[in-house]
């Protein structure tokens, strides 16, 4: 099935650095959404994006839509310890209907 | 606090057996999604449900099947339980025909 392909896998950071991961995939995508999950839970959206080229950011965190469509990225800007989990992109293709395909997740830790 | 419950919240059963999970969806979202969370891994697909019907299935065998009720609750049923279906199932709830969709906490199901 469709695969998105997020990268890194795992990041180890120290509190206050920036953070950037993406996510690209081979076809095109109409919508993109962010997701974080903390160990037990369910995934938290973040930020989702609906057009083509939109930034858009919801505090420290900072999310594009790419201008091909088949890429998004997210960044997080002056990290610290609560931001640790994992980070998943998601993907809504036109002909899936409301189906996600998601990434394999990026795994944060920020070391204080 | 997404408003989406789910029960229960752990599960252990051996193979063959049935299982049944529920989910509450976000009030006033009548569109329910459930997804498979192997260990490590992205969620995958299983299917949607909207207007107490069938909207979509991803790469899942019968044996996996779902209602949903008329107060937009939700279930999950999996029969002849496999080794490989032990997993964290995750539902999500949505507005219609929107593709933001917020996850409940999941229901871990351990299969011996």
């Known amino acids: 099935g469709q695969q998105l392909n997020q990268s890194p896998q795992s990041m180890f950071i120290q509190e206050g650095e920036d953070v950037s991961m993406n996510c690209t995939s081979s076809s095109i995508f109409n919508t993109w959404l962010w997701y974080k999950q903390d160990p037990g839970e369910g995934p938290v959206l973040l930020i989702a994006l609906y057009k083509a080229g939109e930034l858009t950011s919801n505090g420290r965190l900072t999310a594009q839509f790419g201008i091909t469509r088949k890429d998004s990225f997210l960044n997080i800007s002056a990290s610290i310890p609560s931001d640790v989990g994992i980070y998943f992109c998601?993907?809504?293709?036109?002909?899936?209907?409301?189906?996600?395909?998601f990434g394999e997740g990026t795994q944060l830790t920020v070391n204080p | 606090e997404t408003g989406v419950t789910q029960s229960p919240t752990h599960l252990i059963k051996t193979r063959g057996q049935q299982v049944t999970l529920r989910c509450s969806s976000q009030s006033g979202h009548n569109t329910v999604s459930w997804y498979q969370q192997a260990l490590g891994q992205g969620p995958q697909f299983i299917f949607q449900?909207?207007?107490?019907?069938?909207?979509g299935r991803g790469n899942f065998p019968p044996r996996f099947s779902g209602l949903q009720f008329p107060n937009y609750s939700s279930e999950l049923n999996v029969n002849a339980l496999e080794l490989d279906d032990s997993a964290l199932y995750l539902c999500a709830s949505s507005l219609p025909l929107q593709e933001t969709q917020y996850f409940g906490p999941g229901t871990r199901l351990l299969v011996l």
């Open positions: 998601a993907g809504r293709q036109e002909t899936s209907g409301s189906r996600l395909t």
């Open positions: 449900y909207y207007r107490e019907e069938e909207n």
